[in-house]
T-cell receptor
């Protein structure tokens, strides 16, 4: 079974602080995606990374794919209340189904 | 482009009944996947359809079934509902770009079984 482990599961911080969320597996992915989900809605795709060592930035969010393509991180700088949500990573092996991590529930307190 | 749409958004059923959920993918997307999301188990893959054929299947009992029509719209059916089937059911349509497989989710159908 291919598993994705996310850490931490829960994170509550103050507005303006920085944070990092991790996604790890023992398997090598062909691609990895990060999603954010808000209550009552479906997950929304934030980014896709495909190359080992790749770094992508989306405003205050920085996504990194590990060199061996087994892990990824999401770093948020100067977190804002609007960043609150469930962050999910999902790994794919070619055109096969995506496997999702359990998610990190992030709360940013004003 | 319009996003993925799911109907109904909310549903309340009683144990033993059956339910059918509907999903319309983004125009041009031929792959539709279904997921069950619960607080305890997270997002779990149910099945995927591509060009009217089931391509992948998760570890769910046979009470869960689906189908896809020629216009790529998909339905999933759950028969003999159990309390544990209460969940958010998400549909996602997919686009494969090179090595990457990106999924676009609908808002989900919140099913409550009483």
């Amino acid at each position: 079974t291919q598993l994705l482990e996310q850490s931490p599961q829960f994170l509550s911080i103050q507005e303006g602080e920085n944070l990092t969320v991790y996604c790890n597996s023992s398997s090598v992915f062909s691609s990895l995606q990060w999603y954010r989900q808000e209550p009552g809605e479906g997950p929304v795709l934030l980014v896709t990374v495909v190359t080992g060592g790749e770094v992508k930035k989306l405003k205050r969010l920085t996504f990194q794919f590990g060199d061996a393509r087994k892990d990824s991180s999401l770093h948020i700088t100067a977190a804002q209340p609007g960043d609150t949500g469930l962050y999910l990573c999902a790994g794919a092996w070619g055109a096969q189904k995506l496997v999702f991590g359990q998610g990190t529930r992030l709360t940013i307190n004003p | 482009k319009a996003g993925v749409t799911q109907t109904p958004r909310y549903l309340i059923k009683t144990r033993g009944q059956q339910v059918t959920l509907s999903c319309s993918p983004i125009s041009g997307h031929r792959s539709v996947s279904w997921y069950q999301q619960t607080p305890g188990q997270g997002l779990q893959f149910l099945f995927e359809y591509f060009s009217e054929t089931q391509r992948n299947k998760g570890n769910f009992p046979g009470r869960f079934s689906g189908r896809q029509f020629s216009n790529s719209r998909s339905e999933m059916n759950v028969s003999t509902l159990e309390l544990g089937d209460s969940a958010l059911y998400l549909c996602a349509s997919s686009l494969v770009r090179g090595r990457a497989r990106e999924q676009y989710f609908g808002p989900g159908t919140r099913l409550t079984v009483t």
